[in-house]
């Protein structure tokens, strides 16, 4: 008897997180055995109260092209819908609702996509089915903006995020040269405790010269004297410059530099929701130094700029979905898929699958030896990150605006 | 003799006024009676200051070809550098140092590429001209994102800021739809006193329905009382919105919104920097309203975007710099080149040419009647704006980055 698909987003969007859904997809309609394609609508939620979508109109044509497919590997966010869901360890009526509703509707397959917290519900899900006897592939489809994951050298989404990022402060290095006065802009971008996006800036740094740039992660404690003393020595010799600077900042004391200004609120995860780090800043700045200031929040383009993917990005994110499927269809469960990078100078990858227990609820930060003295990064990393960000995919366009799919 | 010429860029920055630039330049280049080109650095200061760049690397070659040209077309900001001085109407000190500079470099051609302030200053240079008997010929060439000039259709810089603010609005959309809970994103656009770029944000409302975007013009006095009711409103059908607000609103009193949270600080031109309104407006709603709430601001990124340009943009201010050349070369001077909209569906241009005086310190709102009593625009404005942000260029790119050049 046939098996039916069930595939959930989960955690913060991507921008390329609908490219591995299209991949699972691609791979899955028409496979021997293979049913129905269920999506789970605002992730393990929609798990819970049985709210699934028929994604039938993705199958693929006789001649292996469907276009609502070709539109969805390019519509940022979460087509799905998501969700912070943290599934309890012990309250088991909700297990018996998602179990439920994988028997009603005949799951054989599921697929979670999302990042190091949704592998959590995955996991749990995972170790459920072992001890219930359900036979149901479970896999892990890596995604988050914030390339925080183990065991994978990096993870999709981050290239995209990483290109509007470089983009956007490239951008806006060009706007603050064109006046003849000292001036800072202060960027801040997300990252609550790896500072894989912030660093992403460095890309910005044209012509080998970085004097502009000045690059402050959260895996280096704040100091706020050193920081103001630092900005006051390099206006010296540069009036003009860029900070970038995460919002996951933090003092010695272990408080987030922007508690200063705002009670954070607290998710379902317990992470602190963080605004406002780019804006502390510029007040210490202010009480010291004279010169005109501003302060820029990517805020959520830069996990939703569909308008400015990375075809690399893009094109590994459809592969991981896909690998996934195959390694489902293959018998294969409670695994993740992660991403190998060949040794070698030229950029080549390989799938793998690691066990979903080993990946869930762990942190990968940026590595402490890319980071310079001098408030910058090293060639290792922009030899990591560069063919992250390579390539453009061509987009369809309506009206001069990329046409993206809704649900 | 030959004569040279001299180009300056002045106020705001746009993705398009380079393309201006490279526009002059294509043209004035190899004509007979004209020898060099010159770039102003920093606007009129450059000319004060007899701080003069030598443009002769743009120099087409024999089949007409320049890679710097081309390069130039799409890069963002301002090349030459830019300023926000106003000239006395009394210090003739200031006119004898710019009249001896133009003399010096033999100049016999100026082109003054700006806003309504930027116009104010070739105003006062083409009056003393005329009075001090000096044969130059002076032409405007319009650009501001603020789409704020008289006697013209619309203003080169405008179509790219609106593709920017309506692709990112479109990605911003698509990230609030994620999750399943009642949310509002409050982005705020630039635009002091004339509500064109908040408008543009009408751009991202998809499929005819624009239920999940309200609509702020400065044009319409800000009443905090009827904004919260009516967001409240929306809200019971629409549990998840986006605001587009301009930095400009103000109350009945005329006070900017924004001045309940900063001091204003005051630029040369005696306008208010403001910023914060959309925090301000956050603030409104938090404390009548339960919801999650984010405000965005597009800063710089709206004006300074190379990499989301309208290719119309482009391609007219590159047509707008050209016919400023080959005007002044047919003896024109004290005029600013301005875009007319010939009647009928299709769209088309042609260029004009206006007294610099009757377009200096004027601005054009946004037409009132264009304006819904919903917070939206009507079909007008769609037909008055989609033919503008269309089409987009192929860019140069470099390791995933767009490739630009700086002086």
Request: aromatic share 8%; net charge negative.
């Amino acid at each position: 008897m046939n098996k039916n698909v069930a595939i959930g987003q989960s955690g913060g969007p991507s921008a390329v997180i609908n490219a591995a859904l299209a991949g699972i997809m691609a791979e899955m309609f028409g496979q021997p055995g293979v049913g129905k394609v269920y999506g789970l609508r605002y992730g393990i939620d929609g798990l819970i109260k049985g709210d699934l979508a028929d994604l039938e109109a993705f199958r693929p044509d006789a001649s292996g092209k469907n276009e609502m497919l070709s539109l969805l590997k390019h519509t940022p966010a979460a087509y799905l819908g998501s969700c912070r869901h943290k599934l309890s360890e012990t309250d088991t009526a909700e297990y018996d609702k998602i179990f439920e509703n994988f028997r009603r509707n005949n799951i054989g397959y599921f697929f979670y996509i999302g990042g190091n917290d949704s592998m959590d519900t995955l996991h749990k899900l995972y170790l459920r089915s072992q001890e219930r006897g359900e036979d149901i592939k479970m896999i892990g489809v890596p995604k988050t903006v914030d390339n925080d994951l183990v065991l994978t050298d990096h993870v999709p989404g981050y290239g995209s995020a990483a290109k509007y990022i470089a983009t956007s402060m490239l951008d806006m290095t060009y706007d603050l040269r064109v006046y003849d006065k000292p001036s800072i802009i202060i960027a801040e971008m997300m990252g609550r405790h790896a500072g894989w996006l912030t660093a992403a800036a460095a890309l910005a740094a044209e012509n080998g010269s970085h004097d502009e740039l000045m690059i402050y992660l959260p895996e280096i404690v704040f100091d706020v004297d050193k920081f103001v003393r630092d900005v006051k020595d390099r206006l010296e010799n540069t009036p003009k410059l860029v900070l970038a600077v995460s919002e996951g900042l933090r003092f010695a004391d272990g408080m987030f530099v922007s508690e200063n200004e705002i009670i954070a609120e607290r998710d379902a995860f317990g992470h602190a929701a963080l605004a406002g780090c780019g804006k502390a800043l510029t007040h210490f700045l202010k009480s010291n130094i004279k010169i005109k200031l501003r302060s820029v929040e990517f805020n959520v383009l830069q996990r939703s700029a569909g308008h400015c993917l990375s075809l690399t990005d893009v094109n590994e994110s459809l592969l991981v979905g896909k690998t996934a499927a195959r390694r489902a269809l293959e018998g294969e469960s409670g695994k993740v898929i992660c991403i190998r990078r060949k040794a070698g100078d030229a950029y080549e990858i390989e799938m793998a699958a690691e066990n979903v227990g080993d990946i869930c609820n762990k942190e990968k930060p940026f590595p402490l030896e890319w980071i310079t003295d001098d408030h910058f990064v090293t060639e290792d990393f922009f030899r990591y990150v560069k063919p992250l960000i390579q390539g453009e995919p061509e987009l369809a366009m309506k009206d001069g605006l990329p046409r993206y799919i809704s649900l």
